[in-house]
């Protein structure tokens, strides 16, 4: 062999051994970062690991020692429950069936007949009728009690339950059976379920006082264009015939937060902060300004609230006072400033998870951003507080009690005479207060429980006879206190009926003109504060 080949064989040797080496080199490499990123797994995810290898051998031991109990799919609903209660009180697991009334939610219609219920002793009462769904078309009406659903009785059953029984896919049909007049007569109606839009606003019209008056009932899909489409027809066309602006959120639960932005965005200057979120991670940070101009050029706005004005209500309401737009009146707000988003399973089921909190100009959290998020926030304050006597404890169990609506329903035509116009009257009012009595009507004050209390611990105390007479003479006294609530009551109870009778006869519309707006503290509020802002 030549020099010369010795000398190339030597070099192609040393190439074959370099590569052979680089080879080993990446083989070696690419070893190691697999043990490391197992390791790195294995730290990471060990502890889950183990913990589901516990939940499977917790299963298999009952399996073995109590067969009879072993109901794995109902176990891990159980556990699947408790883990999420240890998140906030807003998250949670939703079956597919409520999971598919989010959705009809989100996109603002339902299948369904067309009227609002409430839990009867005989049934569901029916509370309004839409005039364009099926059953307004079909003749029931509100004050109508059904008492069957195709094969289901109603008794006993909740609004809530009745939902999955009364609505259905479009085009389905329901049997309903229905009492009417006291009961004594019964009807049968063969319905199909329609596409209905979801009704965001229950009432807008201008006061008697030149306001214009929006009553919200939630922020679900359409809710804008729904308030949007009430200033247009109420507003826009004639802003001289209005000098001020009543949104009512009382009992307002929320909804969307893109439809409170839409609502928010219609009243305020370009560039005004509506309303920012902060969440876990960079990914749920935001912040939402409004992109036009206001539509009523600075028209005052009064937004009444309370404790059930929460969420989406909430976000509204806190964009338009901290941004100095409008003043709030009434109650201090729920405190949910929290944002949820649903994610979906493959079954249809899914879950809710709160995943930000939401913030407004100044930086104004309801939630404070350094606690627990499951901790409830303090809610809005207003800058006008008023106090609803229907929230009083008497006025309160005699609606629970839902004999204002029976007897209203029952005496429509005494309480508002086919007149043509509708006339505010008393008379019917010591009739009312027999009937509620002789249907068991009972109001027991919490002063009158806590004396009765004390007076029974006071006889198993043997206290003297001085400290009882003295118990049983204060006990009395709240007793005869109790009975005289009826008098005390006699505006509002008249009023109620008034109110219930007439949306009965005549629709919403009319019970709103003539039974609600002019007796409400809150707006006669709002329109002296309209006043004082015109006059300044």
């Known amino acids: 062999m030549s020099p010369e080949e010795t000398e190339y064989k030597i070099e192609t040797i040393s190439e074959e051994v370099r590569a ?31 913990a589901s290898y516990r939940v499977e051998d917790t299963l298999n031991l009952i399996k073995r020692f109590y067969p009879e109990a072993y109901h794995p799919g109902k176990m891990m609903s159980l556990a699947r429950n408790s883990v999420i209660s240890e998140l906030d009180r807003y998250s949670g697991y939703l079956e597919p069936e409520e999971l598919n009334r989010v959705e009809e939610e989100f996109t603002g219609s339902y299948g369904g007949i067309g009227i609002m219920v409430v839990g009867h002793s005989h049934g569901l009462l029916i509370m309004s009728v839409r005039e364009d769904g099926p059953a307004g078309k079909a003749g029931i009406r509100t004050g109508d009690v059904i008492i069957r659903a195709d094969s289901t009785g109603m008794n006993g059953i909740n609004s809530y339950q009745a939902t999955y029984l009364l609505r259905g896919p479009e085009g389905s049909k329901v049997d309903v059976v229905v009492a009417r007049n006291n009961l004594t007569d019964t009807l049968t109606f063969r319905l199909t379920r329609e596409r209905l839009r979801l009704v965001h606003v229950a009432y807008a019209g201008i006061t008697q006082n030149r306001s214009l008056y929006i009553r919200l009932l939630d922020f679900e899909s359409g809710t804008g264009e729904d308030v949007l489409a009430a200033l247009d027809s109420l507003y826009v066309k004639n802003p001289d015939a209005v000098h001020g602006l009543i949104l009512d959120l009382r009992g307002n639960p929320g ?11 219609l009243f305020l200057e370009k560039d005004r902060l509506i309303v920012g979120l902060k969440g876990r991670s960079r990914w749920h940070h935001a912040a939402y300004f409004s992109t036009d101009r206001d539509i009523t050029g600075g028209l005052p706005i009064a937004i009444i609230v309370d404790r059930g004005s929460a969420s989406a209500s909430e976000i509204l309401a806190g964009a338009m006072k901290y941004a100095g737009r409008a003043v709030l009146i009434g109650d201090t707000t729920f405190g949910k400033g929290l944002v949820q988003e649903f994610d979906y399973f493959g079954d249809g ?16 959290f309801l939630n404070d951003p350094q606690a627990e998020i499951k901790d409830s926030a303090a809610g809005i304050p207003p800058d006008y507080y008023i106090k609803w006597i229907e929230d009083e404890p008497f006025p309160l169990r005699l609606e629970n009690s839902i004999l204002l609506r029976d007897y209203a329903f029952a005496n429509r035509d005494r309480i508002v005479p086919d007149s043509g116009v509708a006339v505010f009257s008393t008379a019917y009012y010591d009739d009312f207060v027999a009937f509620a009595q002789k249907n068991g009507f009972h109001f027991e004050s919490n002063l009158t429980r806590v004396i009765n209390f004390t007076e029974q611990n006071a006889y198993l105390e043997g206290s003297s006879k001085e400290t009882i007479a003295s118990i049983e003479s204060i006990l009395q006294i709240a007793r005869e206190d109790d009975s005289a609530q009826f008098d005390r009551y006699r505006d509002y109870v008249t009023r109620r009926l008034y109110q219930i009778a007439l949306e009965a006869k005549y629709g919403t519309g009319a019970a709103y003109r003539e039974a609600i707006l002019p007796y409400r503290p809150d707006i006669h509020l709002a329109e002296s504060l309209f006043d004082r802002e015109t006059a300044e």
């Open 349 to 364: 089921s899914g879950l809710r998870l709160t995943t930000a909190r939401y913030y407004f100009e100044g930086e104004i």
């Open 20 to 50: 052979g080496s680089i080879r080993w080199a990446l083989t070696l490499f690419f070893i190691i970062t697999a043990l490391l990123c197992g390791l790195v797994w294995y730290l990471l995810s060990g502890e889950e690991l183990y």
């Open 255 to 265: 909804g969307l937060l893109g439809e409170a932005y839409q609502v928010a965005n």
